[in-house]
């Protein structure tokens, strides 16, 4: 089968949703079909957002003579508007400033009459574009939730295997660890207000971002118990997943989240939020990990106890890595292509 | 945005007034700024002027007057607006606007009638026959969009020429409360509320009460409501051999004792004919009661869904299928009630006829800019490469919901 994965590209950023489309290419020709990535850059200024999608929407993949695309694979906004006839989604997230972050710190949208009818344009598309597919995928229950409700269509949850480490389980050092970019709603911060309330708890912060300036002020004076490494390379990575006590994981809401797989596959507990969103699909509550009220004196509490009760941690962190082993490329592959 | 918004309020005795005071802090939770403009005051600076239009001269003519003034997005509560607009023209003085505005919807023809009109030599048009000359005109001119309640008044704006957009959007209903009963006995008890006239088929009513009585002599029925000048509801009843054993009146009520009254009822009557194309707030209540409803078939009523309201044809059989279907409603209440409340719940939610109302508003204020903006991108990239017709590339963004 000849397959198209589309996915939109902010120039020189490349995260989790590159990552799940590269990986889909990859196990796509690993089991005999040709794939390949369908990208366009991608920008969402004001109404800049209506242009990208407007783009997205002139492309009708067709394939060329002799060699037609039996398949398109669209992955998030606005990539989902191009025109094929066997068009699946497979959904990482709509444009959240037009959705759930409108009228919130994270939306982008003014009161405006220009900015109101910018993000009325959006829904208009997303209800065209999904009213095409073939079927729709969703990454995860908070995503095909959203779909829902502000879109009114239906979503068969269908998570993605992280990415490829060579996962391990080396025991605990101790420390929590956090993999994330350093944006503000995946709340870093309150991991280090965490470990200020609680003098045992050592953190290695992982990643990059806008707010590192910030939490590395907001972290000092704590001799040393807070690490930032800024970006890691894999086999660091997988390492430091290796021989952390328990792995944090709390944005606002988040849309689906790969680092709990990446944790459960190192066979460690996983500590977030009620507030999660998407995360909270597979972190459970004395199952997979502890979810906490979005407060550092709870969240601080809950990981001394990891600290204090290691035969516990460990427990939960092989319930976790039984689920984290059931999602897998055979499995989203047979699903997407059925 | 910040939205200028006519309409009467309570405790104007007016339906749209209730309807606004039911919207409005709805609305507010998701406008940024809602300016309620009362009569005679200077119209504020907004982004987007709402115009509630009703076809009460007393209750809407200075609502039509801001319209004039400053257009905007028209509720279209009721279709037919003749009695409206004679009121703002001839009950102002000014039977030269009537002339006018009868000419400009049907021609020649509708001058030399709103002559006769005006030379006493024909019957007031909006109390004889306005269901054949709405008169809607003067007022779709004015809107940069409507707002309408029903398929049924979407089609008739249409049909009188209307092009701008119009959203359709459910009358909303009233937060689910605890409604102590009244404590009325019948069996069944018939409920009728509203002004009493020709118009609400109360004659039709009455003698279909009458055949229900014969099979069920404990039945009572409950008119709340003032009777129309010209009805005379007493000679009626009497004629009918109604007499105070069956027959509970109550004239104009409060809003608490209403809910109390409909809440004690068996099964509701709401029957209209002609229908002016509005909405009834009184059916919303008795659907959300979970109420047996009787309607005419006919207008909106014909849109409720068949296994949520019992539907009357206005032919010559009316009365017995009011009796007929007051005798199922009463043997089918459970379903009936369930049915209807579950619609209500679901089309009629306050919050999701907000969110209609915000996406509308948005859209009056700020569409047409965004899509002017978007054509003049796609032209000038067109032109930039050399194409002259980008046409095609329009109907692309236009099938995307972009433009």
Redesign the interface.
Known sequence: MRVAVCRPQVPFVYGGAEIVADDLVAELRLRGHEAEIVSVPYGWEG?RV??H??IW??LELKGSPGKPIDLAIATKFPSY?LRHPNKVVWLLHQFRQAYDFDRTEFGQFS???????????I???D???FGEAKRIFATSGNVAGRLKRYSGFDAQVLPHPPQKLAYRTDGSDGFVLSVNRLDRYKRIDLLIEAAKAEPGLRAVIVGEGPERGRLEQLASGMNGRIEFTGRVDPDRLADLYARCLAVYYAPVDEDFGMVPYEAFLSAKPVVTTLDAGGPLDVVREGETGIVVAPDAAELARACAHLAAHPDEARTLGEAGKAVAERVTWDACIDALLS | MKVAYYSPMPPSRSGIADYSALLLPALRERVEEIVVVEPGKRAPRADLALYHVGNNPEAHGWIVDALKRRPGVVVLHELVLHHLIAGITIGRGHGRGYLDAMERDYGVVGRLLALGVLDNLLPLIWETQPERFPLTGTVLDLAEGLIVHSSYVERGAREAGYGGPIWRIPHPTWPEETIEPAELAGDPLVGCFGYLNMNKRIPQLLEGFTLLRQSRPGARLLLVGDAAERFDLDRRLERLGIGDEALIRESYVSESRFWALMAACDVLVNLRSPTMGETSGSVIRGLSLGKPMLVSDLGWFAELPDGVALKIPVDEYEAPTIAAALELATAHAAELGAAAREYVRGEHDLGRVAHAYVSALEEAAGGEAVSNAMLLRIAQAATDAGLDDPSEIVRAARAAGLV
């Open positions: 109404m209506l242009d999608a407007f929407r002139l508007g009161e405006s009459p220009l900015d109101r009818a910018t993000r009325l344009a829904e208009r598309f209800r065209v574009a």
